[in-house]
């Protein structure tokens, strides 16, 4: 299969209510072409919605979506040219895997031999070219999904759309579908866009991703940028784990001063944030954990605690931590020997200012 | 699903609603109408009260409540421990049980009706040992009775599937955890198996109760004449569609019928928890205790007799030279069959024909409103459904005579033929009676199919019309043809609107054929024959269908990924 021509998506000012159910709120967001996109959130936040309106089977009450540039917001879903996997893969129980993947081909009235190169074409792409005589309830769960990809990509849409694309497997199909999914995308350069409630998926794969939440765009940006720099509380404990703290922000010239009932005070360094009441995000690897009697390391501001808490995850162990009246989640890396903290220690834990997030 | 409504889809609903409409929402308020305006168009209850005056008609009324009612109680007793026996003991006779449950839809009361006085009646097989032995005789055939065994025996099964479906619907669980909380024995059964178990049975028990209270053939063939519908059927042919009595009847008769059914839905309304959990496990099934296998085997044998009785009955009858005050047929002969194939090719023909279009007309509008249902946002498309379901509640007595008042003078377009002389009315009379049937065939078909199936297509270029006639109507198959072969069985053995419709005996089915022939003593050898032939016909269709939907279940192999909620 050819590279194909990229072309970009545009949401602009969707909205689309249920009834008194808001489902999407004045969503606007633009991919790139040839972006690796994800839209990620709770269940109900609305992005299944915003998939369904880009593949046509949702009307929006309000705004314009294009597809390189053309309005296609009343385009019947057959007139689109935009490909989308399933989340149940929805593949046909009474066609051959071969039938499945030439069924868009047939509607388009190719020739048959062009069918034929086609079909073989996209089954051998996803690994599947001995397959094409079987039936889908004879395939396994990741093969199933490879032939829902193969039957899609074989149209070459110009858009491709992936639903939940990795609810179904097991972990391990998992992580291995997800790679195998990256190297497909790249080799096809094609826009891709696909929902998932997963932050580990969406930030591992995605070029950049959509947080939504209450038919709300909370913030759009590269993985990285969600996770050093989310926008608001959301954001912040949607992707990753985080520790998030009030308190209030003095200024002293260029630098910020975080004051805290639980941290105490914190020298934060250059800051353009305004003082007063604020909300600092600190995550737990960034904390460290030592003895109460050690002597502070310096670059660190240093508050006393006591583990109240531990699980061990293999490459890092999670402590949670009470710190006055609140908690605190630390996580420290794991090496062989090493025992680290009981419950009911008393420690000692050292906050990087450099890494501590106001929002 | 889209949220669009397209004009095509308002197009269809409007067709199925006009058909619905002028074939079974006009000729039944026609009955209701003419039952209570008097001659100058004024309303009335003088109709009412005439009838109450007459004393056949009140002996009429009381008789049709009398034999319906026991009929549920007989058919109860029967059906209840059976529906125990398969779903909570391991034993072989589960499936013995399963089968009889199709043998009420294969052969209708009123076909087995003689046979059944030949072995229970007053000089019946049994009763002439009896009489040899002890020197007594029952009275089961003896009029009423006559009509209560016979309807027992072949509607009980509507209560045993029924039932059989509802316990097996409870999920272990329920029954563990009352195990758990310390209920056992009768006291498990009293108070979680049995209300847990009770729509099963009500749904069952209200069918049974429309069946017989509608049932015309088999009063008439028993020369039971004192019901309702007889009386109905009596007063229309004999005194003439201007007489209101009959269609008095018919607003008892409608009556009732919606009494039964509501009583039915206020009882399952709100008993969704009854069905089963995820990871179901059915109730726990125990072994027999050698007692508990004596007594189950043993009652089973004695309803098996009796359920097989009017078909191995009709089948001695077709095949007796003569059987009349003996308790087997002397001698045996292949002649009535001969006789039927000389005398009534053509009744067989009609029966393929009629059933074949009012089945295909069934399927047809049921997948449609399905679809409009399930998958569109079409206004009224709830009426739609409401209304083909409602023709459950309207007895074919009734539906006939509104047809015959309704359609009265009307010409078939492009003909001098009358409408109402014409097959073309019987035929839209069995496909509006069998359309509930079919419709939740459709309906159990295309829930069980996941939207995304048919999105994928629109997905991949398909528009509408062919993402249905390619993935939609095939993955509905097996619904569709259930559907089908369901109407086509039921409208082949209908007799009630039959006997009303039919006005040239060469226009005839077989069902109408057999009642013709068995009003004769001569004519009860081919008319046992012509039952046997319907009976295998019947038989034939269903045991070829289930093979085809066997086949292709077994093709398309279980998808269990499809089949996933999202």
Sequence with gaps: MEKQRQVPVEFANVSLSYGATRVLHDVSVTIEPGEFFALLGPSGSGKSTLLRLLAGFLQPDTGTIRVAGADITRVSPWDRDIGMVFQNYALWPHMTVAQNVAFGLVERKLPRAEIETRVAAALELVGLKEFGARRPGQLSGGQQQRVALARTIAIEPKVLLLDEPLSNLDAKLRVHMRTELFELQRKLGITTIFVTHDQEEALSISDRVAVLDGGVIQQVGSPMELYDNPANRFIANFVGTINLLRGTLERDGERGVFRSPVLGEVPLGRTAAPAGSAEIAVRPHTLKLVAPDAPDEPGRSWVAGTVAEREFLGEFVRYTLRVGNAELVADQPHFIGERGFAPGVAVKVGVNPAQVKIL | ???????????????????????????????????????????????????????????????????????????????????????????????????????????????????????????????????????????IMDGLNGVIFVEAIHYFPFILMNLVVALNNIDSSMEESALNLGASGMRLFRRIVFPLAMPGYIAGAALVFIKVFDDLGTPLVLNVTNMLAPQAYLRITSVGIEDPIGYVIGVFMIVFSLVALWASALVLKGREYATMQRGYSGLAKRRLTPWQGVFAYG??????????????????????????????????????????????????????????????????????????????????????????????????????????????????????????????????????????????????????????????????????????????????????????????????????????????????????????YMQSAAGRGPGAALGVLAVAIVAIGTYLSHRLIERREAEKQSQPLARIEV
């Design chain 2, 1 to 139: 699903m889209s949220t669009r409504i397209t004009w095509p889809q308002v197009a269809i609903a409007a067709a199925i609603g006009l058909f619905l409409f002028a074939f079974l929402v006009v000729p039944v308020l026609t009955v209701i109408y003419v039952a209570f305006v008097d001659g100058t168009g004024g309303f009335t209850l003088s109709h009412f009260v005439s009838f109450f005056h007459i004393s056949l008609m009140r002996e009429s009324f009381w008789n049709s409540l009398y034999v319906a009612t026991l009929s549920v109680v007989f058919a109860t007793i029967i059906a209840v421990p059976l529906a125990y026996f398969t779903a909570r003991f391991q034993f072989r006779g589960a499936l013995l049980i399963q089968t009889l449950g199709i043998l009420p839809l294969i052969m209708p009361p009123f076909v087995g009706a003689i046979a059944m006085q030949l072995i229970f009646g007053r000089s019946g097989s049994v009763n002439l040992l009896l009489n040899d032995w002890f020197g007594f005789t029952l009275p």
């Design chain 2, 299 to 516: 009652w089973i044998v004695l309803v098996l007799a009796l359920v097989l009785a009017p078909h191995l009955g009709i089948l001695m009858l077709s095949l007796a030279k003569v059987w009349s005050f003996s308790v087997l047929p002397e001698g045996f002969t292949l002649q009535h069959y001969a006789t039927v194939f000389q005398d009534s090719p053509r009744m067989i023909w009609n029966t393929l024909l009629y059933c074949g279009i009012a089945a295909g007309i069934d399927v047809v509008l049921g997948t449609a409103i399905a679809y409009l249902i399930l998958r569109t946002r079409v206004p009224a498309r709830l009426s739609l459904d409401f209304i083909a379901t409602a023709a459950l509640a309207i007895p074919g007595v009734v539906l006939a005579i509104g047809y015959l008042r309704t359609f009265r003078g009307m010409e078939l377009p492009f003909t001098d033929d009358l409408l109402t002389s014409s097959w073309l009315l019987l035929v839209v009379a069995y496909s509006i009676r069998r359309l509930p049937y079919a419709l939740r065939s459709c309906l159990a078909a295309l829930q069980q199919m996941h939207v995304s199936l048919e999105e994928a297509a629109e997905n991949l270029g398909a528009r509408k019309s062919r993402a249905i006639v390619r993935v939609v109507v095939p993955l509905m198959a097996g619904g569709i043809l259930a559907g089908f072969v369901t109407s086509f069985m039921t409208a082949a053995v209908e007799l009630s609107a039959t006997l009303m419709l039919v006005t040239a005996q060469h226009d005839a089915p077989m069902s109408y054929g057999i009642y013709l």
